[in-house]
């Protein structure tokens, strides 16, 4: 029984390093991006104003934006996307003999935190889109 317990707290610690360490670089990551994009907004400010003093309109400023933001967001879901789904295959078969893991599981589990993170990186799109278009007018 003794060794059952440490193979729990193994677990346990492991599970709380994991999220501990995916809530860190998660949040990292989506600041990098942020200060990254309103960077770049107030670089880009004079441009903008010069394009719409020469005709553009809001809506077409405001699509630009939203475009640009949509690109440099989007772009990291779509390779992790693209990187999970050729790992996966290799990931079932190392969880099947490691721990005789279930596969529907782990997938179901996969696709929660990629949805978490999704949302995340959501959040951060409007968050972004919102600063940024208040810098550009």
Not at 50 to 79: D, F, N
Not at 101 to 109: E, M, P, V
Not at 112 to 136: H, K, N, Q
């Amino acid at each position: 029984m003794c060794d059952l317990s440490k193979l729990y707290g193994l677990d346990g610690t492991l599970l709380f390093l994991g999220l501990i360490l995916t809530v860190v670089f998660l949040f990292a990551t989506a600041l990098i991006l942020y200060y990254k994009q309103i960077t770049e907004g107030l670089d880009d400010r004079e441009r903008y104003q010069i394009l719409q003093k020469v005709g553009m309109s809001r809506e077409e400023v405001h699509r630009t934006i939203h475009s640009q933001l949509l690109l440099v967001i989007a772009l990291p879901l779509a390779v992790s996307a693209v990187h999970i789904s050729v790992a996966f295959p290799m990931l079932v078969k190392l969880l099947r003999v490691l721990l005789n893991g279930d596969a529907k599981l782990f997938l179901l589990c996969t696709l929660g935190a990629f949805g978490a993170f999704t949302a995340v990186y959501l959040g951060l799109y409007r968050a972004t889109a919102r600063v940024y278009e208040g810098i550009v007018r």
